[in-house]
T-cell receptor, first 115, second 114 residues
Framework: NAGVTQTPKFRVLKTGQSMTLLCAQD?????MYWYRQDPGMGLRLIHY???????AKGEVPDGYNVSRLKKQNFLLGLESAAPSQTSVYFC??????????????FGPGTRLTVT | GNSVTQMEGPVTLSEEAFLTINCTYT??????LFWYVQYPGEGLQLLLK?????DKGSNKGFEATYRKETTSFHLEKGSVQVSDSAVYFCALRLSGGSNYKLTFGKGTLLTVNP
C-alpha cells in the first residue's frame, strides 16, 4: 500500500515550457486535490476532484489545468510555465468517513522551479 | 469567508521545553479542526483532530482542545524532543453536505535544539 505518490519529485522548467505532474493513490479515495506551498503562504488549493471525470477550481487555479480520467490518478498541467509557478506542489486524497473528519492523505511533494 | 490564523514563526525551543502554538479560526459554519505536521522533505500528515466543541485531540504527546467560545485550537506539548522539529499547520473543514475541502493556516516552523 503506497498511499499517495507523486511524479516527478523535482523538475526545472524554462519560462513557457509545459509539463504534467502525476498523482496516484491506491486507497480507492473519491476525492483528490492539488495544493501549492509557498513560503509564508501555507497551502493553497489549486484544483480538486470529487470523482472520476469531474474537476473543480480551488483558490488559485489560474495557469493550471487538471484531469481525472481514472479514479486513482489526478494530473496537474502547466501549459506555459511562469516563474510565479515556482513552488512545491502537493497532492492529497480522501473519502467521506463515518467520523466526518475527512482526513486528507498527502503525497511527498514535487519541487518545481521555473527559470 | 473561512480562515485560519496561526502564530508567526519560527519557534525555537530547547529539548524538554513546553510548546504552545496558537491557532484561531473564522468560519461561517461549524468546523472540524485539525493539526497537520510536515517533517523536513516530506508531505503533510495528520497529527490530531477535533470535530466538535470541547473535544480534545491528542497524539504523540501533543494535545489541542476545540474552544468554540474563543474560536481557538491551540497546539500544546509538555516536553518537546529534537524529533518534533517540523512545520505545523492548523486547518479547518466545514461540516455538513459536501464540504470536504481544508483551509490551512500559514504554518509554524518549530526547531528543537538538543
Amino acid at each position: 500500500n503506497a498511499g499517495v505518490t507523486q511524479t516527478p519529485k523535482f523538475r526545472v522548467l524554462k519560462t513557457g515550457q509545459s509539463m504534467t505532474l502525476l498523482c496516484a493513490q491506491d486507497m480507492n479515495h473519491e476525492y483528490m486535490y492539488w495544493y501549492r506551498q509557498d513560503p509564508g503562504m501555507g497551502l493553497r488549493l489549486i484544483h480538486y476532484s470529487v470523482g472520476e471525470g469531474t474537476t473543480a477550481k480551488g483558490e488559485v487555479p489560474d495557469g493550471y489545468n487538471v484531469s481525472r480520467l481514472k479514479k486513482q490518478n489526478f494530473l496537474l498541467g502547466l501549459e506555459s510555465a511562469a516563474p510565479s509557478q515556482t513552488s512545491v506542489y502537493f497532492c492529497a486524497s480522501n473519502s467521506p468517513d463515518r467520523g466526518l473528519s475527512y482526513e486528507q492523505y498527502f503525497g511527498p511533494g514535487t519541487r518545481l522551479t521555473v527559470t | 469567508g473561512n480562515s485560519v490564523t496561526q502564530m508567526e514563526g519560527p519557534v525555537t525551543l530547547s529539548e524538554e521545553a513546553f510548546l504552545t502554538i496558537n491557532c484561531t479560526y473564522t468560519a461561517t459554519g461549524y468546523p472540524s479542526l485539525f493539526w497537520y505536521v510536515q517533517y523536513p522533505g516530506e508531505g503533510l500528515q495528520l497529527l490530531l483532530k477535533a470535530t466538535k466543541a470541547d473535544d480534545k485531540g491528542s497524539n504523540k504527546g501533543f494535545e489541542a482542545t476545540y474552544r468554540k467560545e474563543t474560536t481557538s485550537f491551540h497546539l500544546e506539548k509538555g516536553s518537546v524532543q529534537v524529533s518534533d522539529s517540523a512545520v505545523y499547520f492548523c486547518a479547518l473543514r466545514l461540516s455538513g453536505g459536501s464540504n470536504y475541502k481544508l483551509t490551512f493556516g500559514k504554518g509554524t516552523l518549530l526547531t528543537v535544539n538538543p
